[in-house]
């Protein structure tokens, strides 16, 4: 019998409510994927991030809050939105120790600019006042839509998982890469030339995508296949 790898997924938190919560799509996607997710609790040390790694097979890095700019060693600007201490120091022991187990990691929104920050880049804090305005990377419901298109890079996983060259993709953030971690590569950019996936060449499975997989999959092939790619590598 195959066997079903268990997911762990970053919890989303709302400060004015004070609660965890969770789009459906991130459990439901993986699920529809072939996984069985499970929803983290927030943690603040390596002993509990070891733990998390021998019980969970693969983790899930999702949207939410900005990055604190003090990650990538700036300072923040009015142009930067609420951060999350909470998350900023989960992910980061979360991180280091499933590359150091070569654990599969896949980022989505915030995900992409989390590790990308912690493994030595940087961000641009606001898109439309720092790089450009001129495509929409901040879309209005429903998230399900493409709005622009993507670039893929040709001898890059993600063109060897989807066979194309250029994608639609849906697109909900205010910030993205600015300089890429030397840690990873580029696999695919939007027509304003943002850094919209990447990877690491040294690990197992480390992905990460700007767009929104968990609000698309149902209707949008490509998402889905994200997700099934990332779930058969927490199999193997």
């Given at each position: 019998m195959k066997k079903i790898p268990i997911i762990g997924i970053i919890p989303l938190i709302?400060?004015?409510?004070?609660s965890y919560w969770m789009v459906p799509g991130y459990v439901n996607g993986l699920k529809q994927a072939g996984a069985l997710p499970v929803i983290l609790p927030t943690i603040k040390t390596d002993t509990e991030a070891e733990m998390l790694a021998d019980m969970c097979d693969?983790?899930?890095?999702?949207?939410?809050?900005?990055?604190?700019?003090?990650?990538?060693s700036e300072k923040k600007s009015e142009l930067c939105g609420e951060c999350c201490p909470e998350r900023d120091v989960m992910e980061?022991?979360?991180?280091?120790?499933?590359?150091?187990?070569?654990?599969?990691?896949?980022?989505?929104?915030?995900?992409?600019?989390?590790?990308?920050a912690v493994?030595?880049?940087?961000?641009?804090?606001?898109?439309?006042?720092?790089f450009s305005d001129k495509l929409t990377h901040c879309q209005k419901p429903p998230y399900d839509i493409p709005v622009h298109d993507v670039s893929i890079l040709n001898d890059t996983p993600l063109y060897e998982l989807l066979k194309k060259e250029c994608i639609s993709v849906n697109s909900y953030h205010h910030q993205g890469v600015r300089e890429l971690s030397p840690k990873l590569k580029c696999m695919a950019r939007s027509p304003d030339g943002l850094i919209e996936a990447v990877?690491?060449?040294?690990?197992?499975f480390l992905w990460a995508v700007q767009w929104h997989p968990e609000f698309s999959y149902e209707k949008d092939e490509n998402s889905l296949l994200i997700f099934k790619e990332f779930v058969s590598c927490?199999?193997?």
């Open positions: 709302d400060y004015s409510k004070d693969g983790f899930l890095f999702t949207g939410g809050q900005d990055v604190d700019p003090a990650i990538y980061k022991l979360l991180l280091e120790t499933s590359m150091k187990r070569n654990k599969p990691i896949l980022g989505i929104c915030r995900g992409i600019q989390f590790i990308n493994l030595g880049g940087t961000l641009w804090q606001d898109i439309p006042k720092q990877y690491s060449p040294e690990y197992k927490c199999s193997a």
